[in-house]
């Protein structure tokens, strides 16, 4: 990716054929698309790439087997396909991007040969609605297998569990993997960059946007025959910003997760919870080194500000720690975050649990804004493929094929499950750097090694022992539009899902590297590590858990 002020020269003023709000999953997706058809298309993104809904998902990729429960129980044709499209879809995303995904088993413990019986049978349906887009068939697990695979897992009546298969991956890196593939097949994108208004034709149908840099306030157009609206939760704001008298359509749901060390429960496998006091389900999946656990569903408005709750993390450690020899507590928890889940209702006044996750794709005929809202993540290119056959019928063009199906993702060409071992013969590096770097960046971790080559001191950690070094945000701010130190810390190298105090600790060093790449002023640094500092301390302090004291000390940036 060019610099901010490159790509912004290349968007300001200009025209194009499609321009795509919103840089999360969805608008990134559609975004690629585009491009690859052959339109000349800009990503506008008000905050970071993923800085939304798309970094704080459960990191599955699925068909969704509580919707196919759902399914069942409502004989509903249309969940179904909804299922169907999902599990064909984890398949193609798990082979664009090797890299940022994984196939992972999950086990469904079972204390009851009826439970068993229902879950063996719905499982069976899973796999036969997979057809040819299996990953592996679902099983009983016997007692004593089940315990050596979770040996941490609550003996008291076990039976045994059922095991199926779905897949993993890193939401933020395949996020910024998507932005990446797209600006280097020729499209525009910026990040911190909001739309807030359009510009119109004499018939009063939009012809482009005025976006504002949010970070330097400055005001720009650029023209388009065709507007996305891919904004997830905010899509109703920008529908109404293009025909005020349009009705509302989403629903937000709100999931929290918590993060703990992965040696409280270790485990390669991850577990579902079938149902909690809610009604739903919980997963504890072996993430980054982590154990992920979540999620929680509860209705949002737009804009409310999403963290995890002290009453969120007593509820998930509530329903976690029944299946648990030995408890979680609040205090073992290093990292957690929050997110709203875009819904699409059909107005009759449903719980968000029962809001099937489909998309809708809306053409507003007065203004011609096209607007794709609800999914998932796992949906995301198969969305954006309809969106963009869409855009070129409204645009009276013939719709070509969607090149996106097996289009590897930035990082993924060439990548092998050795690649860290290249590296590290490459250059010397921590056996968990090199890990790291392979898991966060696949083959682009190359560009890293070289940024060492040329300035040694890039290879050193953030701070004493951790796996990320100081070239991931060198990397970071020249290659990847990062512009503020959470970009950095969280959706570029992910610390801060690994570690909140870690997180703060690498603040400093960060706050240091950055400033003398976008020559920051010390005031400029000093505000910028702070406020990131007392961002994550809120975090903290609404999970329950003890503020971390300001790192001390200067920082020892490269
Ligand atoms: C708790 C939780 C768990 C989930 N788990 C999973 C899972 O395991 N698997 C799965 O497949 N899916 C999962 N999902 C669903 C998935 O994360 C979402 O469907 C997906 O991320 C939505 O992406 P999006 O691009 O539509 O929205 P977002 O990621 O929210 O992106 C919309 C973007 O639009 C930008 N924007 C808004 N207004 C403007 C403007 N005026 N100008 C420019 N930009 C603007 C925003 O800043 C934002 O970045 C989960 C969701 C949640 C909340």
């Given at each position: ?11 300001a ?10 840089g999360g ?20 993104e ?14 599955i ?15 509903d ?14 398949v ?9 995904t994984?196939?992972?088993?999950f086990?469904?413990?079972s ?15 899973y ?32 039976l ?53 840099d ?15 609206n ?13 025909s005020?008298?349009?009705n509302?359509?989403?629903r ?6 918590i ?18 006091e ?21 209705e949002?408005?737009p ?17 976690l ?17 929050a997110?709203a ?96 770097l ?34 991931e ?82 920082s020892?940036?490269?």
């Amino acid at each position: 990716m060019k610099s901010r002020a490159v790509e912004q020269s290349n968007i300001a003023g200009k025209s194009f054929d499609v321009c795509v709000i919103g840089g999360g999953a969805t608008g990134a997706g559609c975004a690629l698309d585009a491009q690859l058809r052959g339109l000349n298309t800009v990503l506008l993104e008000a905050g970071d790439f993923a800085g939304a809904t798309s970094s704080t998902a459960t990191k599955i990729i699925h068909g969704g087997v509580r919707y196919l429960e759902e399914a069942i129980k409502d004989f509903d044709p249309k969940e179904y396909h909804v299922v169907v499209r999902a599990l064909h879809e984890r398949v193609r995303m798990l082979d664009n991007a090797p890299h940022l995904t994984r196939k992972l088993e999950f086990l469904v413990p079972s204390f009851h040969w009826l439970d068993v019986a229902y879950l063996d049978i719905g499982l069976k349906i899973y796999d036969w609605l997979a057809g040819s887009a299996r990953i592996s068939p679902s099983k009983f697990v016997s007692r004593e297998e089940t315990l050596r695979r979770m040996p941490q897992l609550n003996r008291e009546g076990l039976l045994g569990s059922v095991e199926y298969s779905d897949g993993q991956f890193d939401d933020a890196r395949y996020n910024l993997a998507l932005v990446h593939t797209f600006t280097e097949a020729g499209g525009r994108a910026l990040n911190h960059c909001q739309v807030k208004e359009f510009q119109r034709d004499s018939a009063g149908r939009l012809s482009g946007v005025v976006a504002e840099d949010q970070i330097t306030g400055r005001q720009f157009n650029a023209a388009s025959r065709a507007i996305v609206n891919a904004t997830g939760p905010v899509s109703d704001l920008v529908r109404q910003m293009a025909s005020p008298s349009v009705n509302k359509r989403m629903r937000l749901s709100k999931g929290s997760h918590i993060l703990f060390p992965l040696d409280l429960f270790p485990t390669d496998d991850a577990m579902l919870i079938p149902k909690t006091e809610a009604g739903s389900v919980l997963f504890a999946v072996p993430w980054g080194g982590r154990l992920l656990v979540g999620t929680t569903e509860r209705e949002v408005a737009p804009g409310d500000d999403l963290f995890v709750t002290e009453e969120e993390v007593t509820y998930m450690l509530r329903q976690l720690n029944k299946y648990l020899e030995k408890p979680l507590q609040p205090a073992d928890i290093v990292a957690g975050f929050a997110g709203a889940r875009p819904l699409v209702s059909a107005g009759n006044g449903e719980s968000t649990e029962k809001i099937a996750r489909d998309d809708v794709i809306e053409i507003d005929p007065k203004s011609g804004l096209i607007s794709i809202m609800g999914g998932k993540w796992t949906t995301h290119r198969a969305m954006a493929e309809d969106t963009i056959d869409a855009l070129q019928k409204a645009l009276g063009i013939e719709v070509s094929e969607s090149p996106t199906r097996a289009r590897v993702l930035h990082g993924g060409e060439g990548f092998t499950s050795d690649l860290w071992e290249k590296l590290e013969r490459a250059y010397p590096l921590s056996k968990e750097t090199a890990q790291h770097l392979s898991a966060k960046f696949g083959t682009a971790a190359w560009s890293l090694v070289e940024l060492a080559r040329a300035n040694p001191g890039l290879a050193c950690p953030l701070f004493p022992g951790s796996a990320q070094i100081q070239a991931e945000v060198v990397h970071a701010v020249r290659d990847e539009l990062a512009v503020t130190v959470e970009d950095v810390i969280s959706r570029r190298i992910g610390l801060q899902y690994y570690s909140w105090r870690d997180a703060i600790k690498a603040a400093p060093v960060v706050g240091s590297l950055m400033a003398h790449e976008l020559q920051w002023s010390s005031v400029q640094e000093h505000e910028a590590v702070e406020r990131y500092v007392e961002r994550i301390n809120f975090f903290l302090e609404r999970a329950g858990l003890q503020r971390e004291p300001k790192p001390s000390g200067r920082s020892s940036a490269a």
